[in-house]
């Protein structure tokens, strides 16, 4: 029976998984972790190789590679569509490469062997890192840096699986719980609003992985593109969030980087996977669908 506002539900003694529960997402989510099919990774010309698609955490790891692409960085990469919904992520090649099974995830082949890196932010780290840019070199600005990187890798969750899951995907409108996270998520947007009131961006007045990583989800939301939920979480009030977000939106590098792995939208904004600089301009999805029409 679905659940709804007025039901009781005694949880059982022990809870035991009922895929049919599961919602929008009810063939991909499961209790447990490991592979399901055998499928190899492809690896192409480059030595960073980014397995992904174009959800808030993946943008943030190809936004992070084309800004260090056009900062004259030698951060080529190849980026390989990884379909969620289809359930790649549970393929041998990639839970091998991340046993967590969720996008992004980066292997370095410049490295004998490859260095794997999952987790977003853990990626924006190691290419901070190892192309010294993006992230201050000044003690105190470094130390707000990964203060608000660690501030959205914690609090994404909440407006992710939490907001977005009962306000766009449950199977029902649950009052409570869309309540408990629209509170939570308008919060975080004060907590942004008010810092970004005194501050250029997150980390001070350097642009950095900080912003690289927030910027997919609060950026996205506050310029309506994610669960459709603007108007119900009045987004336009937050005036110095959306300053920052239509800053970063205007970014070359932000544009190109929130194409690379995109599989919906308008066809000449999908990029579904990247191998060279030249196929923003060669093989986006409307050319694509071009050719195959000939």
């Known amino acids: ?77 190849d980026a390989w569509l990884i379909k969620i919904n289809d359930g790649d992520q549970f393929g041998s090649g990639f839970v091998e490469l991340n046993p967590n099974s969720k996008i992004p995830a980066l292997a370095d082949h410049s490295t004998t062997p490859p260095t794997r890196v999952f987790e977003s932010g853990a990626i924006l780290v190691y290419l901070a890192e190892k192309f010294d840019a993006l992230i201050p070199k000044e003690h105190y600005a470094k130390a707000e840096c990964m203060s608000w990187l660690f501030w959205q890798m914690g609090s994404a969750p909440f407006l992710g699986g939490g907001f977005g899951h009962f306000y766009a995907y449950a199977p029902t409108k649950i009052e409570y719980a869309i309540d408990r996270y629209a509170m939570e998520v308008k919060r975080q947007l004060d907590v942004l609003d008010r810092h970004l009131a005194q501050n250029h961006y997150l980390a001070g007045d350097e642009y950095s992985i900080a912003d690289i990583a927030t910027w997919p989800w609060y950026g996205a939301l506050v310029r309506g593109l994610l669960y459709d939920a603007g108007e119900f979480l009045d987004v336009q009030s937050y005036e110095h969030v959306n300053r920052w977000t239509t800053e970063i939106a205007l970014r070359p590098a932000a544009k190109r980087g929130r194409m690379v792995n995109r599989a919906w939208g308008e066809p000449s904004s999908q990029l579904r996977e990247r191998h060279d600089a030249s196929d923003f301009e060669t093989k986006t999805q409307d050319k694509a669908d071009d050719a195959s029409s000939d």
């Open 1 to 77: 029976m679905a659940m709804t506002e007025s039901s009781e539900y005694t949880p059982p003694r022990v809870w035991t998984w009922n895929a049919k529960n599961g919602g929008r997402f009810a063939n991909i989510n499961r209790p447990i972790a490991g592979a399901t099919h055998e499928k190899t990774l492809p690896v192409g010309k480059h030595p960073l190789q980014l397995y992904s698609l174009a959800t808030p955490n993946g943008v943030k790891a190809t936004v992070m590679l084309e800004e260090l692409l056009a900062l004259g960085r030698d951060a080529e990469y």
